[in-house]
């Protein structure tokens, strides 16, 4: 079965500094991954997703993430972060041409200034 | 930009009570799921609706629930006997294909279930 791990809870970091939240998953075949941001009380926004091609992929809002095939990894980074970043991150993968997203527990991001 | 409408944002309800979450799924979308998130926890699948019919579910999606598409724009879920494990923000979420490059679930606002 598939399944994605994001191994950091919580993570703080200053306002511009750099990010990056961890994401692995478990698949034979190559996946469909995505990230989704979610803001207190809002439902679940995608930031961005890899289908094939090109492992580094750009989103919304300047964040990226790259497909790393050799290590189940698809990390997503943020060169400096904003404080409306805030908010709770989730990566989730499906497989393709399947129906549902499994997700990982969420990284919380907080910004302090 | 169109967008997943759900109703009610907040529902609270006493235990053994059915219960009926409503979505407005984008108009030209034929693909349809119901996700919850308990507290805390992940977000979980629950089921996917295509050609008026279930295309997948999950163990949580025992005899309790059921989904419908009642009409052209609305698709619910319901909760037959609500417990208190029921608890949680439940999300809709639809997409116009099933696959490919343009694949992606929009997902609307969530209604957050109370069962006391």
């Known amino acids: 079965a598939q399944s994605v791990t994001q191994p950091d809870i919580h993570i703080t970091v200053s306002e511009g500094a750099s990010l990056e939240l961890r994401c692995n998953y478990s698949y034979g075949a190559t996946p469909y991954l995505f990230w989704y941001v979610q803001s207190p009380g809002q439902g679940l926004q995608l930031l961005l997703k890899?289908?094939?091609?090109?492992?580094l992929v750009q989103g919304i809002k300047g964040f990226e993430a790259e497909f790393k095939r050799s290590q189940s990894s698809f990390n997503l980074r943020k060169p400096s972060v904003h404080w409306s970043d805030a908010a709770e991150y989730f990566c989730?993968?499906?497989?393709?041409?399947?129906?549902?997203?499994?997700f990982g527990a969420g990284t919380i991001l907080r910004v302090k200034s | 930009e169109p967008e997943v409408t759900q109703t009610p944002s907040h529902q609270v309800t006493q235990m053994g009570q059915e219960v009926i979450l409503r979505c407005v799924p984008i108009s030209n979308h034929l693909y349809f799921y119901w996700y919850r998130q308990i507290l805390g926890q992940k977000v979980e699948f629950l089921v996917s609706?295509?050609?008026?019919?279930?295309?997948?579910k999950s163990e949580i999606f025992d005899d309790q629930f059921s989904v419908e598409r009642p009409d052209g724009s609305n698709f619910t879920l319901k909760i037959r006997s609500t417990k208190l494990e029921d608890s949680a923000m439940y999300f809709c979420?639809?997409?116009?294909?099933?696959?490919?490059?343009?694949?992606?679930?929009?997902f609307g606002p969530g209604t957050r279930l109370t069962v006391t």
């Open positions: 979420a639809s997409t116009r294909t099933s696959g490919g490059s343009s694949y992606e679930q929009y």
């Open positions: 989730a993968v499906n497989e393709e041409y399947g129906n549902k997203l499994v």
């Open positions: 890899y289908f094939s091609g090109d492992t």
């Open positions: 609706f295509y050609n008026n019919e279930i295309s997948e």
